[in-house]
């Protein structure tokens, strides 16, 4: 099993990933054989590089899987997707060129932000294949892999080429889904690709009941059921229109004479024939038109979550089992979202890193819940499969582990810039006084406390940007600091018992401080709890809000799958009504024609008689005279 890891860097560069500069081998087939050297079975194994390459793409994918008969051209459509003549290797001999499957990748050429994935499988139906099952296995990876089955063949949709689609009827057996893999199973279709048949080669006309037919009407009609067949022809039609519900047919005729085909990799494109090129034009417009592949109602897969996948698939077909498409979605989503979860936590971060510490409390829970918020929209944006908000909720709680830290760290700078402050106003007012003792003097206590005032009023004046509570046990701590030096000023005082009322006073002032401080941090703690209280509400009604509408989107999703399928089986119906409807008018319209005809015939018999048989009076007259 290819180790996948969590955090690939989402700096990436087609440039620096060999893989969007030529083809690699993404799951390659290695067979095993007997003493006589016959394969007796094919192993698959993930190619790690392959892997590693893809892993690094965080842009939504286009993955298109090409699959058919060997030696049927699938490598050159890959090739013109590529929009490149090289690229998937041709083969020109009656070997498969292909082993196991390849993947190529390109900036899509109509989507921005956006990688078109193209995978080539192994030719299927070489008869030197000593595992039966190996061509089940490759169709069913390039099914589960992509959002886009391209089936290529040569010649005509014919009964002889739908016989051969084994694959395709045994699909619900090979693949587990919700807990069934049978034929039972009626939401397969849900996580199966478009369907594309692009019929090579190709020199029917197309023409009905003498009227010009499209390609799709020739598709439609191959694959409408025929109560007069057996289930032997009805079954592989059915499991086409019942596992595909979106089908394109798309016919190439030949490119070119034998010189053409022998050369097709190294000619230009312009110098094939002019009606293969208008085919192939269609062909790759369409394909460019089909939005990047999606886990269901989830966003569009990127590189990691495409490996994740492979891997589960790979590693499933290995070991015997049925690949669980459920299992290999919750593998998915508990890597994507780990991915998610970090970078919502990095978001938060780097949000909070912006804020330069000191702050005020308020200001800073204005930024943490900003932060958060944006963080959490982030992981709503972008998780996969989260309907237990799981993901949101783990994310929430290390923001707020994240927060306290942030808190703490915050209120240590907060002290440490007031009592910073504090030092240079003491310096600048108290300091040289009190060491020159120009305090102790008479009337030197209200100098004192008019230059402490002065620094009060300053130390203020400086942290206004703060909330009282915040500052003010470091005043106050201050103030306690100075009570020594005070009591030795007021000593030296005359008035020994104005500066004992005086004191009493200031002890008086610093019991109300207290109090006050008390009182402020009270208040703007229950301020705090409230707020954050208030906070919590409102994210987790927005979780539930939001949890909500993905599941309505969800179900809106599932039913309207559900009912456009039905829709489709409608429509098939009534065309093969119509159909029956044509064909019975037509056949008593040439009842009529045949009664007219006979009509006309024997009136023609019956004058001829008539003119005869005058002829005939005539001679017999003229032989009587």
Known sequence: MVNVSVSQSRRWSPND??????????????SETNEKGEETKILLESQENAFDQIAKIDWPMVVVAVAGLYRTGKSYLMNRLAESSKGFALGDTIESKTKGIWAWCKIHPKMSNTVLLLLDTEGLGDV??????????????????????????????DNDAVSKLTFVTEMASNIRFRGQSSEDNQSINLILPDFVLCLRDFSLKLIKDGKKITENDYLEQSLAEKKSKADQFNKPRACIRKYFSRRQCFAFPVPGD???????????FYQLSTRFKEVTNRFTSYIYKIPPKKLLASKPINGQMFVTLADQ??????????????????????????????????????????????????????RYTSAQTKA??????????????????????????????????????????????????????LEKSLENRDYETAGGHEIYKRDVEKAKDKYFSIL??????????????????????????IEADKNISQKEAEQKQNQEKLDILWKQRQKAQEDESEKQMKYLEDHYKKLDKDRREQQAVDEEKYEAFLKDRLEKEAAQREVERYKLEQEAAEKEAARYRKEQDNAREEAARLKKEKEERQQQWMVTRVWNAFWNM
């Open 17 to 30: 990933l060999e893989i969007f500069q030529y083809p690699m081998c993404l799951i390659s087939a290695i």
């Open 128 to 157: 030197d294949k000593g595992d039966p099952s190996h061509d089940n296995k490759i169709f069913t990876l390039a099914t589960l892999l992509s959002n886009c089955l391209v089936y290529n063949m040569k010649g005509a949709f």
């Open 258 to 268: 034998g010189e053409v085909l022998e050369n097709l990799e190294t000619l230009s």
């Open 313 to 366: 698939y790979v590693k499933a077909i290995k070991d015997g089992d049925v690949p669980d498409v459920d299992d290999a979605f919750t593998a998915v989503a508990k890597i994507e979202n780990a991915k998610i979860e970090k970078e919502a936590l990095d978001l938060f971060e780097n949000e909070m890193k912006k804020v330069m510490l000191p702050v005020s409390e308020s200001d800073l829970g204005k």
């Open 376 to 429: 959490l929209d982030y992981v709503r944006q972008n998780v996969v499969n989260d309907f237990q908000a799981k993901c949101l909720f783990q994310a929430q709680r290390k923001m707020d582990a994240i927060w306290y830290e942030i808190k703490s760290t915050n209120e240590q700078k907060v002290r440490e810039k007031c009592e910073n402050t504090m030092q240079n106003l003491f310096v600048k007012y």
């Open 464 to 489: 206004k940007d703060f909330k009282e509570n915040e500052i003010l046990s470091t005043w106050y701590r201050f103030v306690e600091s100075m009570t020594k030096p005070e009591e030795k000023i």
